[in-house]
T-cell receptor
Framework: DQQVKQNSPSLSVQEGRISILNCDYT??????FLWYKKYPAEGPTFLIS?????DKNEDGRFTVFLNKSAKHLSLHIVPSQPGDSAVYFC???????????FGTGTRLTIIP | KAGVTQTPRYLIKTRGQQVTLSCSPI?????VSWYQQTPGQGLQFLFE???????NKGNFPGRFSGRQFSNSRSEMNVSTLELGDSALYLC???????????????FGPGTRLTVL
């Protein structure tokens, strides 16, 4: 049972444009969400997080939006840069529980 | 501040053997979690330790075990290795338990285990 889903395995975006990565979850106990970026043979790098008391969080070029009623979150990257090419994972957890449940990842390719 | 370190980075074992992987968390972090990444199953949670105690456990067989030392360093052990145990094993640390609320987990580079 996949509790966190990333339905797009891959995404290609022109450099300078907006990249939008999507994530859906089914477990209503999740109240903390994170995005990680991963290069091959490396560990995931934390990008940005959001708790369920907010619907938006920004950090530089990265913005995460949370729609609790739809159980959906998205990561916006503006403007997209070639160095953003990587696999992006969304993850979810519940307060007080360190277990992260990951989605299957979306491979983002930025086209110069 | 140094990040999460894992040793060894690469390991080759044969079926039936056992293996021990090591993780040193970021200084000051007392929570250490372990994850397994495979192409078929993605990133799966193994277990989490805090103050030398296992707090959370994922759905893995008893062949997978871990421990944490008083300096927060952690080890993961896999006994009676199977071919399906070939994976990237990732360790993550966080300030959970020290600061209330939500705490991001920071990952190490992983140990690539190949079972032949």
């Amino acid at each position: 049972d996949q509790q966190v889903k990333q339905n797009s395995p891959s995404l290609s975006v022109q450099e300078g444009r907006i990249s939008i990565l999507n994530c859906d979850y089914t477990n209503s106990m999740f109240d903390y969400f994170l995005w990680y970026k991963k290069y091959p043979a490396e560990g995931p790098t934390f990008l940005i997080s959001i708790s369920s008391i907010k619907d938006k969080n920004e950090d530089g070029r990265f913005t995460v939006f949370l729609n609790k009623s739809a159980k959906h979150l998205s990561l916006h990257i503006v403007p997209s840069q070639p160095g953003d090419s990587a696999v992006y994972f969304c993850a979810a957890s519940a307060l007080g529980n360190e277990k992260l449940t990951f989605g299957t990842g979306t491979r983002l390719t930025i086209i110069p | 501040k140094a990040g999460v370190t894992q040793t060894p980075r690469y390991l080759i074992k044969t079926r039936g053997q056992q293996v021990t992987l090591s993780c040193s968390p970021i200084s000051g972090h007392r929570s250490v979690s372990w994850y397994q990444q495979t192409p078929g199953q993605g990133l799966q949670f193994l277990f989490e330790y805090f103050s030398e105690t296992q707090r959370n456990k994922g759905n893995f067989p008893g062949r997978f075990s871990g421990r944490q030392f008083s300096n927060s360093r952690s080890e993961m052990n896999v006994s009676t290795l199977e071919l399906g145990d070939s994976a990237l094993y990732l360790c993550a640390s966080s300030l959970a338990g020290l600061i209330s609320g939500y705490n991001e987990q920071f990952f190490g580079p992983g140990t690539r285990l190949t079972v032949l």
